[in-house]
C-alpha cells in the first residue's frame, strides 16, 4: 500500500509535468532559472551520509522529495537549494544537531535575534538546526528546521537586514505540503515572490479567520491572503471593510486600511473616506490602554510624545514596545522631536537596565542622532551584554569606517 506521502509526491511530479507542458508555461518569480524543472534526485547514500555528518535525521518529507523526486531546480524564490550548499559550510561543527527555537505561530518581534540566536563571535550558530532550502533574493530565505519542537517545519525571514522581516513559520505542516501549494499557486497566477506568507486556505475560510480567529496577527494575515488572490467575492471586500472598521485590535484595524488602500485598483473597489477613516483608527489606537503604537506608526500617526509616555512606562513589555516602535518607525513619525528632547530620549533608553531597550538606544545612535556617538562609547566602557556590546561594536565601526572615507576623500 502507497503511503500518503508518496501519493502526494506522484502529484507534484505530475503537476510540474502538465505546468511544462502548457502551451505557455507559466512564469511566477524566478521560473525562468528553472521551467518547473527539477535536478536529479541525490542518491540515498550521499543524503545518510549527509546525515552521519551532521548527526541530525532530515525530516522525512523533505528526505523523501530529495532522494525521490528531485535534489535541487524547480521551487520557490530562485528554485530549490542543493543540499550541500544549503548547509553553510562556515558554520561550526554540529550546528544542525542544535535545536532551533522558532515555533508556529505570530511572525517574531524585531528583536528575534537578540532574543533567540547566539550572540555574534566565534561560537554563535546563526539559525541552527535549520537548513536554508529557498532563497528568494537579496536576504530573503525559507529555512527548513531540522532539529527542535517544530522539526519538519519551514519558517521566511530576511536574515540579513537589520530590522527586516523576522521568522514566520508558515502554516504548511510540512516540505511536501509547502511546495505542492506553491506549484498550485504559481501556476494559478498568484504572486509567490516570497511564498509562503500567505495563508493556505480558500477564500471562504480566509474570511472565517479573518473575522474570528483569536490571534490578531492571523486575522490581519488573513486579510493580507484574501488580496493577493486574483479576485475577491463582493462578501470577502465587505469582511474587509467590517474588519478595518470594528476589528477589537487596533493594528489589525490599521493594517486592514493599508491594505484597502492599496488594492483598491487591483480589485476595481471604492475606498471613500479613506482620511476619516484613519482618523477614527488613530482615536481608537490612542484609546486602547496601552496605546497601540503599531497601528499609530502604520498610520504614520505616531508622534514623539506618544514613544515618550510608553517608554517612561515602569512595565517592562510596554518599553520594550516603545522602543521597539521608536527604531522602527521614527523616520515615519509626522511631528519630529527637537534634537535635545531626542538625545534625552536616547540617553533614557541606553540607562535602562534591559538590553533590548538598551540596543534600540544604539539602533536610535546609528541611525537618527550621531551626535549622542559619545554616550555609546562611555556605555561601551561598561556594557556586559554580548548582544548590546556588539551593536555597539557594528555602530562605532560603522561610523569610523565612514570618516576614514570622506577624510580619504577629501583633496590633498
Given at each position: 500500500m502507497v503511503d500518503a506521502d508518496h501519493v502526494r509526491l506522484g502529484r507534484i511530479a505530475e503537476k510540474l509535468?502538465?505546468?511544462?507542458?502548457?502551451?505557455?508555461?507559466?512564469?511566477?518569480?524566478?521560473?525562468?532559472?528553472?521551467?518547473?524543472?527539477?535536478?536529479?534526485?541525490?542518491?540515498?547514500?550521499?543524503?545518510?551520509?549527509?546525515?552521519?555528518?551532521?548527526?541530525?535525521?532530515?525530516p522525512p518529507a523533505y528526505r523523501l522529495f530529495v532522494t525521490e523526486l528531485g535534489g535541487e531546480g524547480a521551487g520557490p524564490g530562485y528554485g530549490l537549494c542543493r543540499l550541500k550548499p544549503s548547509c553553510c559550510a562556515y558554520r561550526r561543527s554540529g550546528h544542525l544537531a542544535q535545536p532551533s527555537p522558532y515555533l508556529p505561530g505570530p511572525r517574531y518581534p524585531v528583536d528575534w535575534e537578540q532574543r533567540?540566536?547566539?550572540?555574534?563571535?566565534?561560537?554563535?550558530?546563526?539559525?541552527?538546526?535549520?537548513?536554508?532550502?529557498?532563497?528568494?533574493?537579496?536576504?530573503?530565505?525559507?529555512?527548513?528546521?531540522?532539529?527542535?519542537?517544530?522539526?519538519?517545519?519551514?519558517?521566511?525571514?530576511?536574515?540579513?537586514?537589520?530590522g527586516g522581516a523576522a521568522p514566520y513559520v508558515v502554516e504548511d505542516i510540512d516540505f511536501l505540503a509547502w511546495y505542492e501549494r506553491w506549484v498550485?499557486?504559481?501556476?494559478?497566477?498568484?504572486?509567490?515572490?516570497?511564498?509562503?506568507?500567505?495563508?493556505?486556505?480558500?477564500?471562504?475560510?480566509?474570511?472565517?479567520?479573518?473575522?474570528?480567529?483569536?490571534?490578531?496577527?492571523?486575522?490581519?494575515?488573513?486579510?493580507?491572503?484574501?488580496?493577493?488572490?486574483?479576485?475577491?467575492?463582493?462578501?470577502?471586500?465587505?469582511?474587509?471593510?467590517?474588519?478595518?472598521?470594528?476589528d477589537a485590535d487596533a493594528d489589525v484595524r490599521a493594517s486592514m486600511w493599508l491594505l484597502l488602500d492599496g488594492a483598491r485598483n487591483k480589485h476595481g473597489r471604492r475606498f471613500d473616506d479613506a482620511g476619516e477613516i484613519a482618523d477614527d483608527i488613530e482615536r481608537y489606537a490612542r484609546s486602547c490602554t496601552p496605546p497601540d503604537l503599531r497601528a499609530l506608526g502604520a498610520l504614520k500617526r505616531l508622534t514623539f510624545a506618544d514613544m515618550l509616555a510608553e517608554l517612561a512606562s515602569p512595565d517592562l513589555e510596554?518599553?520594550?514596545?516603545?522602543?521597539?516602535?521608536?527604531?522602527?518607525?521614527?523616520?515615519?513619525a509626522e511631528v519630529s522631536a527637537p534634537r535635545?528632547?531626542?538625545?534625552?530620549?536616547?540617553?533614557?533608553?541606553?540607562?535602562?537596565?534591559?538590553?533590548?531597550?538598551?540596543?534600540?538606544?544604539?539602533?536610535?545612535?546609528?541611525?537618527?542622532?550621531?551626535?549622542?556617538?559619545?554616550?555609546?562609547?562611555?556605555?561601551?566602557?561598561?556594557?556586559?551584554d554580548p548582544w548590546v556590546r556588539f551593536r555597539i561594536w557594528e555602530c562605532l565601526d560603522e561610523r569610523s569606517t565612514a570618516a576614514a572615507w570622506d577624510d580619504a576623500a577629501e583633496p590633498a
Amino acid at each position: 500500500m502507497v503511503d500518503a506521502d508518496h501519493v502526494r509526491l506522484g502529484r507534484i511530479a505530475e503537476k510540474l509535468a502538465e505546468a511544462r507542458a502548457k502551451p505557455v508555461v507559466p512564469t511566477p518569480f524566478g521560473a525562468e532559472a528553472h521551467g518547473f524543472v527539477v535536478g536529479p534526485p541525490l542518491s540515498k547514500a550521499v543524503v545518510a551520509e549527509f546525515e552521519e555528518r551532521h548527526e541530525v535525521s532530515l525530516p522525512p518529507a523533505y528526505r523523501l522529495f530529495v532522494t525521490e523526486l528531485g535534489g535541487e531546480g524547480a521551487g520557490p524564490g530562485y528554485g530549490l537549494c542543493r543540499l550541500k550548499p544549503s548547509c553553510c559550510a562556515y558554520r561550526r561543527s554540529g550546528h544542525l544537531a542544535q535545536p532551533s527555537p522558532y515555533l508556529p505561530g505570530p511572525r517574531y518581534p524585531v528583536d528575534w535575534e537578540q532574543r533567540h540566536e547566539n550572540p555574534p563571535g566565534p561560537g554563535q550558530n546563526f539559525l541552527r538546526g535549520t537548513l536554508e532550502v529557498a532563497a528568494h533574493g537579496c536576504s530573503l530565505t525559507t529555512q527548513l528546521i531540522v532539529t527542535g519542537p517544530a522539526r519538519g517545519r519551514l519558517f521566511n525571514l530576511d536574515g540579513g537586514s537589520l530590522g527586516g522581516a523576522a521568522p514566520y513559520v508558515v502554516e504548511d505542516i510540512d516540505f511536501l505540503a509547502w511546495y505542492e501549494r506553491w506549484v498550485d499557486e504559481a501556476v494559478a497566477g498568484y504572486d509567490v515572490s516570497w511564498f509562503g506568507e500567505r495563508l493556505p486556505l480558500p477564500e471562504s475560510e480566509l474570511v472565517t479567520v479573518l473575522l474570528s480567529d483569536a490571534s490578531p496577527d492571523r486575522r490581519s494575515r488573513a486579510g493580507v491572503s484574501l488580496l493577493d488572490l486574483p479576485a475577491i467575492r463582493d462578501s470577502s471586500w465587505t469582511a474587509l471593510v467590517g474588519a478595518m472598521t470594528a476589528d477589537a485590535d487596533a493594528d489589525v484595524r490599521a493594517s486592514m486600511w493599508l491594505l484597502l488602500d492599496g488594492a483598491r485598483n487591483k480589485h476595481g473597489r471604492r475606498f471613500d473616506d479613506a482620511g476619516e477613516i484613519a482618523d477614527d483608527i488613530e482615536r481608537y489606537a490612542r484609546s486602547c490602554t496601552p496605546p497601540d503604537l503599531r497601528a499609530l506608526g502604520a498610520l504614520k500617526r505616531l508622534t514623539f510624545a506618544d514613544m515618550l509616555a510608553e517608554l517612561a512606562s515602569p512595565d517592562l513589555e510596554r518599553r520594550r514596545r516603545a522602543a521597539t516602535a521608536a527604531h522602527e518607525f521614527w523616520r515615519f513619525a509626522e511631528v519630529s522631536a527637537p534634537r535635545g528632547l531626542l538625545g534625552d530620549a536616547i540617553a533614557g533608553l541606553l540607562r535602562d537596565p534591559d538590553p533590548l531597550v538598551r540596543s534600540c538606544g544604539v539602533a536610535m545612535v546609528r541611525w537618527f542622532d550621531p551626535a549622542s556617538v559619545p554616550l555609546l562609547r562611555q556605555l561601551q566602557t561598561t556594557e556586559i551584554d554580548p548582544w548590546v556590546r556588539f551593536r555597539i561594536w557594528e555602530c562605532l565601526d560603522e561610523r569610523s569606517t565612514a570618516a576614514a572615507w570622506d577624510d580619504a576623500a577629501e583633496p590633498a
